[in-house]
């Protein structure tokens, strides 16, 4: 996956949403602990729009690809 811009891989987890309804979702994912301190110690940003590829595998070995996150969209329905 060659996916580096945060609405690109937001999309990629939540298919089915607009744009913006899928970085909404996708943001409260990155506001959850452990993966946010993770993030922020590779200096992650909540402002930024394009991932460095070490915060980009940090999220994929977090949550897993976006094809296989499944239950977590079950997980974080309601956040």
Not at 16 to 37: C, N, S, V, Y
Not at 42 to 52: D, E, H, M, N, R
Not at 60 to 68: K, M, R
Request: glycine share 4%.
């Amino acid at each position: 996956m060659n996916i580096k811009n945060l609405r690109e891989l937001a999309l990629a987890y939540f298919p089915g949403d607009k744009p913006k309804t899928a970085q909404q979702k996708f943001a409260k994912w990155l506001r959850i602990e452990p993966l946010r301190r993770k993030l922020e110690l590779l200096g992650w940003k909540p402002y930024q729009k394009v991932l460095t590829p070490k915060q980009f595998d940090c999220i994929i070995n977090h949550v897993g690809e976006p094809d296989e996150c499944d239950i977590y969209n079950e997980k974080f329905k309601t956040l």
